[in-house]
């Protein structure tokens, strides 16, 4: 078993999202949150854990009963869970603050845990994008637009977001990543306090890159798994265990995460 008293990172496992099969890509992210110790010293979910999630005074959406009681589970045993909104899931209006008990985190966090500072966040608001991503994110982000769309009926509103959702995933062309080029990358390279590591989301890869001042970009994979066969499952898990463990460890979420 590993030690208890380490952080885990997770980030884009897209719940509800119709690509491969999401009831085992369900199931992997509740097995996941069962198996986390008592002693865990935190839980940063780093956006987009939900393909959509948007909260009406009364209505949440439907489908993550299970999870949302795992995780509700994983708080229960004091367990910190952190979760960061992502360009998927950023309409949670205080529910999983008070219902869930998930302490939000709307902008990037820097942090010290456990003697290394670290720089968390989803990575869509991260530096610089092309101005029709920024335009997206200003128009997800407007009051008066979130207000309007809280007019539509339920049924409609979530009818619409998974159709917009699907047919994104499916004729999207395929990101071409930047490297030393990439907006986060350079926000985290330019950030005016000291990083050890930062670590997001965002562009469904797999990614460590070294920084100018000594530290580290990681970018974790999504778990959007499809098909079989090697390289077919996928879902990072960044491991911390502090500075006697090393450096931040980066496993499939297929492992059980907790053996040696």
């Not at 939900?50 to 999870?67: A, C, L, N, Q, S």
């Not at 977001?161 to 330019?190: D, H, I, M, Q």
């Amino acid at each position: 078993m590993r030690k208890t008293g380490d952080y885990y990172f997770v980030s884009d496992v897209h719940l509800g999202l119709k690509v491969g099969d999401s009831i085992a890509r369900e199931r992997r992210f509740i097995a996941f949150l069962e198996g986390l110790e008592e002693g865990t010293k935190g839980l940063f979910l780093l956006g987009d854990i939900f393909d959509f999630w948007y909260e009406y005074k009364h209505v949440i959406p439907r489908g993550y009963t299970r999870v949302l009681g795992a995780l509700t589970g994983v708080v229960d045993r004091g367990i910190p869970v952190h979760f960061f909104p992502g360009n998927h899931d950023l309409w949670t209006f205080g529910y999983l603050e008070h219902e869930v008990g998930m302490q939000v985190h709307r902008d990037p966090l820097h942090i010290c845990l456990d003697g290394k500072n670290f720089l968390l966040g989803h990575g869509h608001r991260m530096g610089t994008y092309p101005w029709k991503s920024r335009m997206l994110h200003n128009m997800f982000h407007s009051r008066f637009l979130q207000k309007t769309f809280s007019m539509l009926h339920p049924r409609l509103a979530f009818a619409l977001a998974e159709k917009w959702s699907l047919c994104n995933r499916k004729n999207g062309s395929a990101y071409a990543f930047k490297g030393v080029e990439e907006p986060t990358y350079l926000y985290a390279a330019s950030y005016d306090k000291p990083i050890d590591y930062c670590i997001t989301g965002h562009l469904h890869t797999s990614v460590r890159l070294a920084l100018p001042d000594g530290g580290e970009w990681i970018v974790l994979e999504d778990w959007l798994s499809t098909g079989s066969g090697p390289g077919a499952v996928r879902g990072d898990v960044g491991i911390f265990g502090g500075t006697e463990q090393g450096k931040v460890q980066v496993v499939k979420a297929a492992v059980v995460v907790h053996q040696d």
